[in-house]
């Protein structure tokens, strides 16, 4: 297939039989879906989160027992056990570390490294990414505002041109929108070394969300997924997509609380950042687990408006496959006409 020579750089970093990797979702990307998408032929990451350090090291024990195929461990670098999980990671052998949520330090990639693992980067800027590569990140991680969850300030459109078109030292991973065999085709011709999924990846058999939750992506539009705004500088935290519900107003109401405590210097600014998080933790266990959509955060790309049924995983990665290869048959023939 012509598909082949394009999968050539991902499949050589990832290991995986296809670069079609499922982003690390928190209370999504349990040893179950990471381990079924291993099995499917794509790659899948463990979300750490803010989970507790004995429930990581469960979890990645857990998914090793389920598939003996390749998947990272995605840490945030703005959790409160965010050394400790670098440390566990580290100290159990994991094959691939992803740095999210904040930018890690040289050393910190270096410890990464020296325990063996290939360290990928999330870049949501071309300063940033020069920086990721000069303090040795492996791989970096291009995710453009369109995606779900926490977001970068730039479109990937943009971020495309910035550094897609102009790095070529370390393997790029595209992130944001992507929802279509057709779409991954012309980003690895762009020279991605493939691509990442996380809304798509919800609507399958094997994720453990509760049926509201995938209900709900069901019947929306990509118009639905907005970003949260941010009130006010004292308070700087990063945007989350999601679909917009109750949950969306209740994190605006306690944006003004939190300035209202900065105001009195009744709460400084990193506990008011770590209260942020805890709000995003509890309100996404509530639509997830739980399945209350109306007031739990249901974050969703915009490629939410591109998902409509749920698959099994090995059909979207198939499907994804079988169309990339479609589109680059049509194009063969624009190319080379008889």
Not at 88 to 94: F, K, P, R, S, T
Not at 182 to 191: D, K, N
Request: a negative charge; glycine letters at 10%.
């Amino acid at each position: 297939m012509l598909i082949d020579r394009f999968f050539e750089k991902g499949r050589a970093f990832l290991g995986s039989r296809f670069p079609i990797m499922c982003g690390a979702m928190t209370w999504v990307s349990d040893p179950h879906l990471v381990s079924a998408i291993g099995n499917a032929g794509g790659f899948g990451l463990l979300a750490a989160g803010n989970m507790p350090v004995d429930v990581l090291r469960s979890q990645i024990e857990q998914t090793r027992q389920l598939t003996k195929q390749p998947f990272g461990v995605n840490i945030i670098t703005l959790a409160p056990a965010y050394q400790d999980h670098l440390d566990l990671a580290c100290n159990m052998g994991c094959e691939f570390i992803v740095f999210a949520g904040g930018i890690p330090k040289k050393k910190e990639i270096q410890q990464a490294r020296e325990a063996g693992a290939k360290v990928i980067c999330f870049a949501s800027t071309a300063p940033l990414a020069m920086m990721l590569i000069e303090r040795g990140a492996d791989a970096l991680m291009l995710e453009g505002f369109e995606a779900g969850g926490h977001i970068g300030p730039i479109a990937l459109s943009v971020l495309i041109q910035q550094i897609l078109f102009t790095v070529d030292s370390v393997p790029i991973f595209i992130a944001g929108g992507i929802a279509t065999g057709r779409m991954m085709a012309h980003l690895l011709m762009m020279g991605a070394a493939g691509i990442q999924m996380g809304t798509r990846f919800v609507m399958s058999e094997e994720c453990s969300a509760h049926p509201n939750f995938k209900e709900t992506f069901k019947r929306a539009k990509a118009k639905d997924a907005v970003a949260t705004p941010q009130f006010d500088g004292r308070l700087p935290v990063i945007p989350v997509r999601a679909l917009k519900n109750d949950g969306t107003l209740e994190f605006g109401k306690l944006q003004l609380e939190l300035l209202y405590k900065l105001e009195n210097q009744s709460m400084d600014r990193d506990e008011a950042q770590y209260e942020v998080e805890r709000f995003w933790v509890g309100a996404l266990k509530r639509a997830v687990i739980d399945g209350d959509v109306t007031k739990g955060s249901l974050m969703a790309g915009q490629s939410v408006g591109l998902v409509e049924d749920v698959k099994p995983l090995k059909t979207i990665i198939d499907e994804m496959v079988e169309h990339a290869e479609a589109e680059l048959q049509r194009l063969k023939k624009v190319l080379t006409p008889e």
